[in-house]
C-alpha cells in the first residue's frame, strides 16, 4: 500500500485560477489510481467539507491543505500545509488577511495595467476570479482571454504560436515581475509567522516549488525555515527541471525536510500539466509528513 501514488498540489475550481471541481478532481484520482490527493487551492479552504464529503463516497483519500501566499525575506514563497484544520479560527484570520492584502493588490496590478492602455477593469477580473482574490496569472489570463477575442495586436504574442501555453506566465515576467511596468510589491502575511502557529492547527508545513522563479529557495533559506517550523518540501513539482530535482532532493536529505511531490494541476491555465503526468508521489511521503506532526 506504501508504494500507491500521492499528489499533494493540486488545485480546484474554488482557486482563481482552478477549473476543474473537487469532484472531478476526486474522480480522476480514482480513475487514475491515486490513494491520496491534496485539494491546495490559493489562499482559501473553499473546497472543504464538500470535498471530503466526496473522498469518502469515493474512496480516495484527501488531504485537506491550503497553499498560502507568504513573504520571506522581501520574497514571495508559497507554503502548502497539509492536514491543516481547515474550519479552525487561527487559519481563518489568516486566510482573511492573505485575502485583503491580494485584493489590495490585484486592484493596483489592475490600475497599472489601465495606466499602460491595457483594456481591463477590476470588474471583470474579479468576477472571473470566482470572488477570490485573482493572482497575477489570473489577471494575465483575463486580459489575454479578452486580447484573443478582440483581436488586440498589442497582445497577439500572448495568444498566438508557440507561446500559448505558457502565456499568462510570460505576461506576468513581461509585466508584473520586479522593475516592470506592472510590478506592484507584494502585500501579505510573513512566512515566519504564519510558521509559527499553523502547527497547531495540525498542518505539517511544506514548501512549494522551491525552485520556481519567483522563489529560488537557497540552502540558506531553507536552512532558517527548518528551524522555524518548515517540514516537508516540494522536490517534485512542475516547475523543476532535472538539475533542481536532484539539488533539492539533496538539500530535503540534508537538511532531514521531507521531500514531497505536487504537480500544482490547475487546467486550462496550465495546459501542459495533464491531471496524474507527476509520477514520483508515493503514499511514504504521506506517512513520514503524519510522523513529524507537532
Given at each position: 500500500?506504501?508504494?500507491?501514488?500521492?499528489?499533494?498540489?493540486?488545485?480546484?475550481?474554488?482557486?482563481?485560477?482552478?477549473?476543474?471541481?473537487?469532484?472531478?478532481?476526486?474522480?480522476?484520482?480514482?480513475?487514475?489510481?491515486?490513494?491520496?490527493?491534496?485539494?491546495?487551492?490559493?489562499?482559501?479552504?473553499?473546497?472543504?467539507?464538500?470535498?471530503?464529503?466526496t473522498s469518502y463516497r469515493l474512496g480516495v483519500e484527501l488531504i485537506p491543505s491550503v497553499e498560502l501566499t507568504t513573504l520571506y525575506d522581501g520574497r514571495e514563497?508559497?507554503?502548502?500545509?497539509?492536514?491543516?484544520?481547515w474550519a479552525s479560527r487561527r487559519l481563518e484570520r489568516i486566510l482573511k488577511k492573505v485575502s485583503q492584502a491580494r485584493v489590495e493588490e490585484a486592484k493596483e496590478?489592475?490600475?497599472?495595467?489601465?495606466?499602460?492602455?491595457?483594456?481591463?477593469?477590476?470588474?471583470?477580473?474579479?468576477?472571473?476570479?470566482?470572488?477570490?482574490?485573482?493572482?497575477?496569472?489570473?489577471?494575465?489570463?483575463?486580459?489575454?482571454?479578452?486580447?484573443?477575442?478582440?483581436?488586440?495586436?498589442?497582445?497577439?504574442?500572448?495568444?498566438?504560436?508557440?507561446?500559448?501555453?505558457?502565456?499568462?506566465?510570460?505576461?506576468?515576467?513581461?509585466?508584473?515581475?520586479?522593475?516592470?511596468?506592472?510590478?506592484?510589491?507584494?502585500?501579505?502575511?510573513?512566512?515566519?509567522?504564519?510558521?509559527?502557529?499553523?502547527?497547531?492547527?495540525?498542518?505539517?508545513?511544506?514548501?512549494?516549488?522551491?525552485?520556481?522563479?519567483?522563489?529560488?529557495?537557497?540552502?540558506?533559506?531553507?536552512?532558517?525555515?527548518?528551524?522555524?517550523?518548515?517540514?516537508?518540501l516540494e522536490v517534485f513539482s512542475s516547475y523543476h527541471d532535472s538539475e533542481q530535482v536532484k539539488a533539492y532532493q539533496a538539500l530535503a536529505e540534508e537538511l532531514?525536510?521531507?521531500?514531497?511531490?505536487?504537480?500544482?494541476?490547475?487546467?486550462?491555465?496550465?495546459?501542459?500539466?495533464?491531471?496524474?503526468?507527476?509520477?514520483?508521489?508515493?503514499?511514504?511521503?504521506?506517512?513520514?509528513?503524519?510522523?513529524?506532526?507537532?
Open positions: 500500500m506504501t508504494n500507491e501514488r500521492v499528489d499533494l498540489h493540486i488545485h480546484s475550481s474554488k482557486s482563481s485560477d482552478g477549473d476543474f471541481t473537487p469532484f472531478h478532481l476526486l474522480r480522476l484520482a480514482k480513475e487514475n489510481g491515486f490513494r491520496a490527493i491534496s485539494i491546495s487551492d490559493h489562499d482559501t479552504v473553499e473546497a472543504y467539507p464538500e470535498a471530503l464529503e514563497f508559497h507554503l502548502l500545509l497539509p492536514f491543516v484544520h496590478r489592475v490600475a497599472k495595467l489601465q495606466s499602460l492602455g491595457f483594456d481591463i477593469s477590476w470588474e471583470e477580473v474579479n468576477r472571473k476570479s470566482k470572488s477570490t482574490p485573482p493572482l497575477g496569472v489570473a489577471i494575465a489570463q483575463v486580459l489575454i482571454d479578452k486580447g484573443r477575442k478582440e483581436k488586440n495586436p498589442a497582445l497577439e504574442k500572448y495568444y498566438q504560436g508557440e507561446n500559448i501555453t505558457f502565456a499568462p506566465y510570460i505576461f506576468y515576467r513581461d509585466y508584473f515581475m520586479e522593475d516592470k511596468l506592472a510590478f506592484v510589491p507584494k502585500k501579505t502575511v510573513s512566512l515566519v509567522d504564519v510558521l509559527a502557529v499553523v502547527a497547531q492547527e495540525g498542518a505539517a508545513p511544506v514548501l512549494a516549488h522551491p525552485g520556481a522563479y519567483f522563489e529560488r529557495a537557497s540552502k540558506e533559506d531553507l536552512t532558517v525555515l527548518k528551524e522555524r517550523g518548515l517540514i516537508g532531514d525536510l521531507v521531500a514531497t511531490a505536487g504537480s500544482d494541476f490547475h487546467g486550462r491555465i496550465k495546459p501542459h500539466i495533464p491531471f496524474g503526468f507527476l509520477k514520483e508521489g508515493n503514499y511514504r511521503m504521506v506517512e513520514e509528513l503524519k510522523k513529524r506532526r507537532r
